[in-house]
């Protein structure tokens, strides 16, 4: 049986037997009083959504569901804002063993399709401010949040036959970003949930007395595994806020609530650091995923939030594996730059350069391929089958902290050194008229060094570009942290291209114009 650090083989058995019902895991082991989620919307009302209720409205929507012929296995679509039907979905589907499919409500009607088609999804469950991507989609089923899915959730009887599927069987069915090309379907099995509590109680340290708040969107991994699924596992609430992303409102959101323990990517930090707004809170806990965390950032959260920001480190295919975690007896000081340590149920190492998890050392690994794509998912795994190779290049120092560098295929071949855009990323974003900004290897246009370095940046309102500026940004980098590494050429856009998760997408930069 599986020894993982703080937990009991029967702890990990519960997640992983063959008699496993991912219902019970998510919902009907909790206390049906406590509560599931808290919901604000953009007025900042607040309601709470119990354990109890979210029960009986899954158990009832389970039933409408199988009899429109969702069975265990098939693939269903879920278009939602942070709404209460977005969770009892999740929890309906698991009922009946099929497999939720998220669908980022920032996507276009061709985004929609190509996942649809991907996973052999027939149906889809919406609501009206979606519903019009779905048009011309005809082989798919639609049913979208209003009357008929209010009756969906209230008039059935409930449904009692829960699918006990095993740690093996499918809960969830996501697509990477398409950071380095056409996204790929990752299966996600019951027994990850394992690999999320971890994460939930070692690296984000979400205590009973937190008011906890990941502000991820569920269609993408790191919001649906530790903002929807990871919630429920703990019995712990998460806050799904339904309004837009502003600096203002976030912090009128965190005090409303009283947000004590806060989750987000780098890009909200770094625009709440940028905006000007002060805020009135003070964190006990600051994570950050998704993209690397540059220092600067932590630097303003100490002053603004009261606490520094920890970086953690994952993928799709992972979940969160290696953290700067803040639960004891796991915390350490930061170092900056790393991205942490492994955390509990994982093993990493460097590899030829690059981040690998042990595959026989991590016994919460659950990612074994890419749905039809066995050349993908070769590329995924060293020729010995021993490590899951991340893609991502990085070292580790003398203390066993990891230190990410870069994709694979963004590494920088200039006149044989190996930059990390990164690093120089870190430098160009403190500078005051910096609000964004994206390095690249370009081509060499003297055909000398092999390729150079390029940035894009994106400059604060009002703010203008001009020869001066150009050269403070080579000398920044020159200054702050190699001569060598500097752009050789600085591009001023208006916008970045980014996947609608807000993850950069470098090979659009290497392949673009000027």
Known sequence: MAQIVG????????????????????????????????????ELAVTAMSYGELAERSRRLATDLAARGVVAGQRVGVLMTKRPELVVSLVALARLGAVYVPLFTAFATAAIDMRMRASQARLVLTEPSQEDKLEGLDYLDVLSAGPEFDAAQTRPEPYRDDAALGGDGLLLQLFTSGTTGKPKGVPVPIRALASFQVYMEDSLDVRPDDIFWNAADPGWAYGLYYGVCGPLTTGLPNILYSGRFRPASTYEVMEACGVTNFAGAPTIYRELSKSGVEPHVRLRCASSAGEPLTADVSVWAQRALGTEVRDHYGQTELGMVICNQWAEPFKRPVKPDSMGREIAGYRADIVDGGIAIDVEGSPLLWFEGYVGAPDKTAERFSADGRWYLTGDTGRRDEDGDFYFTARDDDIILMAGYRIGPFDVESVLITHPDVVDVAVVGRPDPEGIRGEIAEAFVVLAPGREASDELTAELKDRVREGYSHHAYPRRVHYVDTLPKTPSGKLQRYLLRQGED
């Open 7 to 42: 937990r009991s083989p029967e702890w990990y058995a519960a997640y992983s037997g063959p008699d496993v019902s991912a219902a019970h895991l998510l919902c009907d082991r909790h206390d049906p009083d406590t509560t599931a989620f808290t919901f604000v919307d953009d």
